[in-house]
């Protein structure tokens, strides 16, 4: 397999997203960037895709993927809103924090039986303009190999998977090059799972 690697800088918008569709589309696996670090991804409907990023991170099984989408709506196919979160996905999303939720129907037929999936709407024009066109949310994880330093440039993404994946759009350093902070909100009283680049301080007058 070669991989396509595209900067966004130098191609028009509309190549970078047409070329990213037609490779998720085809059950492709990419590595796209994000507002956190850079993230490897597929559809949620790709269920072999997502065994391969867990073989290509050399991943444990236990531990989950994310959702990415563009839109609320979307997400609420997928995981349960509990009464109260308005606010704060409102002051947040998009951004940079990913909600443990639990799971619908659909979200657990997506994720193998799981009860709880962790969700996020980054805050990435060029993401957002994709999951906008292909209209299907993503199952993602940081692009690394499983105890590495998540890729914050396409360069080392491209050290860790290129002739591995089908596509790596390189946007340059991430924003903030810190991963996303990650709240469980399955229950009351919630919890930190991860303290990410979006201080705990500023989600507190909201949990």
Known sequence: MKTKIINTKKESKAFVIETTNEILKNKGIVVLPTDTVYGIMTSVFNFDGQKQIYKLKNRAQKKPLILMSDKIETLKKFVVFPKGIDKIVMEFWPGQLTLILPTTELGKLSTGGRDNLGVRIPKHKILLDIMAKYNIPLMTTSANISGKDSAKTADTAVKYFNNKIDLILDNGKCEFSFESTVIDM??????????????????????
């Open 186 to 207: 399955v229950k009351f009283p919630y919890t930190v799972i991860r303290k990410g680049c979006l201080d705990c301080h500023k989600l507190l007058k909201y949990i």
